[in-house]
Structures are given as C-alpha cells and as structure tokens.
C-alpha cells in the first residue's frame, strides 16, 4: 500500500533522522552533550516550520535501539535531556495545536520518563495541528520483531488466521500503525545510512542526505528539501505517464 501525497504534491509525512550532535559539539571543542542539547533546540523551530510547508506528520529519530552502545555519560544525559525537554516543551507543543506521539520500546525507559511521555501524548490528544511522533529507544528491526511477537500472540488466541497475514494487516501491529508512511526521509551530518530507522515504513520513502549537523538544520532548510522533494517524480514500481 503506498500513501497518497500532499494536496500541494509536497510530503505529507517527513521524517528526520537528526543527527551530527556530536560532531557540532566537538567542533566547537564541548563535551557532545552540549550538542545534544543545541540539536534539541533546533526541533521547536523545524516543527513550526511544518505546516507552511504542508507537512502533516513529522517523525524525528531521538535515540536509537542501538545508542546504548555509548558511554553511559552520554546515554544517562540524554535520559535527563528528555525529560527536561518533555517538561519544558508540553505547555507550547500543546498551544501550538501539535498532537505528539512517541514510537519505540518503552520497557527499557525509566519510570519517570515514560510517565512524561504518556503525559504529554495524553495532553496533546485532542491536537489537530502538525503530529509530531519521537522515536525514542527506537530500532526498526527491534519494532518489527515486537509487532511479529504480537501478531503471533493474536494468532495463538485464535484472533487473526495466517491466511490473513499480509502487507495490510501486519503494519497494525507496528508502533506506527496510525500514522501514514513517510514520503520524504531527511538524514544530516552527511551520513547517507538510514541506521534502522522506519525499515518497513520507508519502502518508497525519497530520501535527502544533507550535510548539514542537526544543530545548524533550520525551517528554512527542510523547506528547500520539502521543494525539491515536489520536483522528484515517485513512480512505486510503475510506468512514468
Ligand atoms: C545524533 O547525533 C543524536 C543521537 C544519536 C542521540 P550524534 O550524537 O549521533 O552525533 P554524531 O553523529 O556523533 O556527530
Ligand atoms: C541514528 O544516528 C540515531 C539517531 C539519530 C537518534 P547514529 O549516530 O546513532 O547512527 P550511526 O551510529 O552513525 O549509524
Ligand atoms: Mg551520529
């Protein structure tokens, strides 16, 4: 199943995989939680910046399945940085009509910050403006095996027969299963890997690679991404006519 586009042929749904943190920060001869937090400031700017240009979903790569691989200064300064975040952000997310969403594992986060974020998606649910999902513990292959484990579980109980397993009914057991696919995924710093992002979501995605470091990505950049994305012809493995 492929998702229709914007009305304006712009992306409806740009994802954003926001990285370069660290490289910012070191450039700049900081510690890279100083970069963390310069990129988390960046998000305010690029969610208002959505609805001229017709984005509907945005969905922004916050932490990764795989960065606990980092030290654990890094990874326990994150953690606070987004309860801090979450704290600070509900009151204006919430007055700017933004429904937030969050995908990804939950059962490895602690306590307190899972109640910030059940918080906030609890706050924002009558929201109609921009949804904002944060990936957060999130890994492709990670959300893949949990909806299979799911899906199986059903399958046991008797509530869903193999024969109906398909592309149509499996995606309802991802975390995204309410959210349209991405149109257009953004990666900056200049890595072009997609770090197990979306995996299944992103099958048709247009990608942009900028080289831009996340805390120097501005509205104004993803509103020339969101322009040329309108120049680029999806064809979804049929005929140009
Ligand atoms: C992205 O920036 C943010 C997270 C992964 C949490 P990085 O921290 O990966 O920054 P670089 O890639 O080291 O510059
Ligand atoms: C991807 O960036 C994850 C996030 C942006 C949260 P990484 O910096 O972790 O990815 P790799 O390690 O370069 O693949
Ligand atoms: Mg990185």
Redesign the pocket.
Known sequence: MVNPIGDSGGPRHVAI??????????QRGRP?LF??HA?AKRVREVVSGCPEFGVKYLTI????TE?WK?TQV?VSG?MSLFRRYIARETRALFEKNVRVRFIGDRVQLDDKLVQLMDDLEQQTKSCTGVNLTIALNYGGRDEVARATKRLAEDVKAGKLDPADVNEETLPRYLDTHVLPDPDLVVRT?G?ARISNFLLWQSAYAEYEFVDT??PDFTAEELGRLVARYGTRERRFGGVAV
């Not at 995989?17 to 070191?26: Q, V």
């Not at 790569?61 to 990764?64: D, R, T």
């Open positions: 995989i926001m990285d370069g943190n660290g490289r910012w920060a070191t890279r970069g963390h990129g790569f916050a932490f990764s960065n980092r890094e994150l710093s890595e470091l996340w």
